[in-house]
């Protein structure tokens, strides 16, 4: 038995227990608490902040005695989630949320709700049209963002229409339409109408076309809001937290101020001398995103664009004041999760996440990236989904992707893909490393397949079927008990399923059913492996005929390398052969 002491257990996150290691080493959870799924401490992290929505309920509430539920004045009218759950209303949307996260019930949806530290981003018009109803925060599974949207040089609304598409099908859980060019109305209006997820906007955008900047003025701006809560945007991200005071930490900054908003803003500010207009027109704001039950996303202007510029001055004094925001959202019944970077180096992610949940009283943090490094363009979806990883884990709720075209161009649809995989997979591991109950199930399910070399159910668990099987057929399309890479002779899985003693490939469940070989490649698979450039179909295929004839495989017949037909004496001469 091996002498070293595990360190303390979170929980298991196979539901079905069956892990052979000891599971998550995070902290225990503590549903209905600060610290839902939370990583331990490093030593000198902010800790959670004592307070939550329930500190800031609007003037005439009172909270009942016993604490889960509140009195409203006379006549009040519920509107949005936060409304409903303050008063105990456990509503359809939060059912279905728990549907969809198996692991919550609806009052523990509701009560995360109230405490204001999950939001169901659903737009009262959306919600009367195709919205399926999701949930952010800590509580629940880490989301995941796609952005996407026509710019001024590209794109038209029928691509972004048909980028959404693909954004749901490679599982976004929601996405922002960032369109800068075209026609906005009718792309905002197009994709909301074919949307699914709830769709996110930054209204300011919108605002300045068809004006120069410095005419923007306030009734443009608060007409601007309400007409996108009417067409029935889900979420909004509003640069509020951007202040007049802030701006002269920026000169220290090496790249200035990267987020479109904050920069349009603060030119706006220097143009009037006058402070954010997003901010002094703040209480006005709530109200309109309360009546359609818009979500908040209360936007980091000031998010740094490099690592040099992280956790600087300017970006912490902004995070102060999009905790007050939060705050005052909360006051208004508005439901508020919360941006954050950008670009950090990957040691400073932790206080980053931990700060925020501080200052912001637990408040969904939703984050871009961070890119943990800034030299490698065309790869940020991987820069990116490495700092992604850290911040789910140490406390974001939702992760916004980064495409390969990051920095460099408008992502086109294949970047769309590549973004969303590489942050469900940064979800996903950190869901898993969080002990969230069933994370890992598919994991080990997956495990077990390759353990048994049951090629088809080892697709069918892989999150992209057909990449993993064009790669496969690449050098294979006979079902063998072995793949390329090793090889007969050398594929360890192989001999370990033919030792007798273990359980590899044992498990009824993971036997193949019948012999197979394998369908030749669909014209996906094709294209996959062309797009790669490696080998030409023909290549291809002559080098799978090579293979299967040595392995004396015919349609309806299992090659004679598959280790089912290892008889009992040759199973024992190789655990004898392994164990010399
Ligand atoms: S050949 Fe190597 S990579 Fe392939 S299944 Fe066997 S052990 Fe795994």
């Known amino acids: 038995m091996p002498t070293y002491v595990l360190p303390p257990l979170g929980n298991n996150p196979s539901s079905a227990g069956e892990g052979t290691t000891p599971g998550s080493f995070a902290n225990v959870p503590d549903l209905g608490g600060p610290l839902s799924f939370s990583s331990p401490d490093t030593p000198g992290m902010p800790s959670p902040s004592e307070k939550t929505a329930w500190d800031f309920l609007p003037s005439g509430w009172s909270r009942k005695a016993g604490g889960d539920t509140a009195h409203a004045p006379e006549g009040f009218r519920p509107s949005t989630q936060l409304d409903h759950a303050r008063l105990g209303a456990v509503t359809p949307e939060m059912r279905r949320v728990a549907e969809r ?73 929601t996405v922002m339409d960032l369109s800068t060019g075209g026609d906005l109305d009718a792309t905002r209006e197009a994709i909301i109408g074919a949307a699914r997820v709830p769709i996110g906007t930054v209204p300011i955008y919108s605002m300045i076309l068809g004006r120069r900047l410095e005419e923007l003025d306030e009734q443009a701006i608060l007409a601007g809001i309400e007409h996108q809560a009417r067409q029935g945007v889900d979420y909004m991200t509003v640069h509020a937290g951007l202040l007049q005071e802030h701006l002269p930490y920026v000169r220290q900054r090496l790249i200035g101020i990267v987020s479109r908003g904050g920069s349009l803003l603060a030119k706006w500010m220097i143009q009037h001398g006058k402070q954010n207009p997003m901010y002094s027109l703040w209480d006005d704001i709530c109200e309109i995103l309360r009546r359609y039950d818009v979500t908040f996303s209360i936007g980091d202007g000031l998010r740094p664009g490099g690592l040099a510029d992280a956790s600087d001055a300017a970006q912490l004094a902004e995070l102060e004041t999009l905790g007050e925001l939060t705050e005052r959202a909360w006051r208004h019944g508005c439901q508020v999760m919360v941006e954050g970077p950008g670009h950090v180096p990957f040691d400073q992610i932790e206080y980053n996440m931990k700060l925020q949940r501080r200052l912001c009283h637990g408040a969904p943090f939703y984050v871009l990236g961070p890119l943990v490094t800034d030299i490698f363009p065309g790869y940020d979806h991987i820069t990116s989904c490495i700092g992604a990883t850290a911040a789910a884990y140490h406390g974001a709720s939702m992760l916004c992707y980064v495409t390969p075209k990051e920095h460099l161009g408008l992502p086109k649809k294949d970047d769309v893909k590549q973004g969303c995989v590489a942050y469900r997979i940064a979800a996903h591991a950190a869901d898993v490393a969080l002990g969230l109950p069933g994370a890992r199930n598919r994991d080990d399910e997956l495990t077990k397949a390759r353990a048994a070399l049951n090629w088809e159910k080892h697709f069918e668990l892989s999150f992209d079927p057909d990449l993993a099987r064009a790669f496969h057929d690449e050098d294979l399309d006979v079902d063998t008990d072995f793949c390329a890479m090793c090889g007969h002779d050398w594929c360890s899985v192989r001999i370990s399923k033919e030792i007798v003693g273990f359980l590899s490939g044992k498990d009824d469940r993971y036997a193949w059913e019948a012999p197979r070989v394998s369908e030749a490649l669909s014209p996906e698979q094709r294209a996959i492996l062309e797009k790669r450039g490696v080998l030409s179909p023909e290549e291809l295929h002559r080098l799978a005929r090579k293979t299967r004839a040595s392995m004396g495989a015919e349609t309806g017949k299992r090659a004679d390398c598959h280790s089912d037909l290892t008889t009992d004496d040759e199973a024992q001469r190789l655990q004898d052969q392994t164990t010399d």
């Open 101 to 173: 996260e198996e692991h919550l019930n609806p009052e523990q949806v509701r009560v995360e709700v109230a405490a204001g530290r999950m939001v169901i981003p659903a737009n009262h018009v959306h919600l009367g049209g195709g919205l399926d109803p999701m949930c952010i925060g800590r509580a629940s599974a880490t989301k995941v963002n796609a952005n996407m949207g026509a710019s001024p040089v590209s794109s038209n609304t029928d691509d972004e229409v048909e980028k959404l598409r693909f954004a749901e099908r490679w599982q976004a859980d």
